[in-house]
């Protein structure tokens, strides 16, 4: 995460970004700790418990069926009948796959409970971030979300 932070403040000079305000710059910190911090982290996490990395990326495969789920239901941003039957293919695509049951009890309990933290982490920071971050500029918003996922990695590093 370090690196994509040098990256990205290269790119925030260099492209002479927008500044955010105290506001945004929070906005961007809880939306970077849920898509980046939870997200990665809970798949990093899942991979060394033991829980095969395909299943980890099956998983998040789901993103899409429950980030327009929530939404539909929730927020009130309409999911057509023609995006309904994609994320159905999807979701058949991924049962599918998991249909063997001998790689699912692969991985310990805190693997899974891992993955499934990611696939929320992933989920509620895109509701997060469209909802919140919308008018920040992409750059400096990419920078601050590597920022506070790169804290929440140092902090479990130090076992704060």
Same mark, same amino acid.
């Given at each position: ?7 990205? /403040?290269?790119?925030?000079? &260099?492209?002479?970004?927008?500044? #955010?305000?105290? =506001?945004? $710059?929070?906005?961007?910190? @809880? ?18 418990? =033991? $829980?095969? *990395? ?7 495969? +789901? ?9 539909? !239901?929730? +927020? =009130?941003?309409?999911?057509? #009948?023609?995006?309904?039957?994609? %994320? @159905?293919?999807?979701? *058949? ?7 063997? !049951?001998?790689? *699912?009890?692969?991985?310990?309990? %805190? ?10 982490? &992933? /989920? +509620?920071? /895109? ?11 992409? !750059? /400096? ?10 804290? +929440? ?5 130090? !076992?704060?």
């Amino acid at each position: 995460m370090a690196f994509a932070v040098l990256i990205m /403040t290269a790119i925030v000079i &260099i492209g002479n970004a927008q500044r #955010p305000d105290a =506001g945004e $710059v929070g906005h961007s910190l @809880v939306a970077g700790s849920l898509v980046h911090g939870l997200c990665l982290g809970g798949v990093f996490t899942a991979i060394s418990q =033991g $829980v095969p *990395v395909g299943i980890s990326a099956l998983i998040l495969g +789901l993103q899409p069926i429950l980030t327009s789920t929530i939404a539909d !239901r929730f +927020l =009130g941003d309409r999911v057509t #009948p023609v995006q309904w039957a994609g %994320l @159905v293919l999807g979701l *058949v695509g991924v049962l599918l796959v998991l249909h063997d !049951r001998s790689i *699912v009890l692969a991985g310990s309990a %805190l693997g899974w409970v891992a993955s499934f933290l990611s696939l929320i982490g &992933i /989920t +509620l920071g /895109t509701l997060y971030q469209k909802r919140y971050c919308g008018g920040i500029d992409w !750059r /400096t918003g990419n920078l601050i979300q590597c920022i506070g996922a790169g804290l +929440l990695f140092a902090a479990r590093r130090l !076992r704060i």
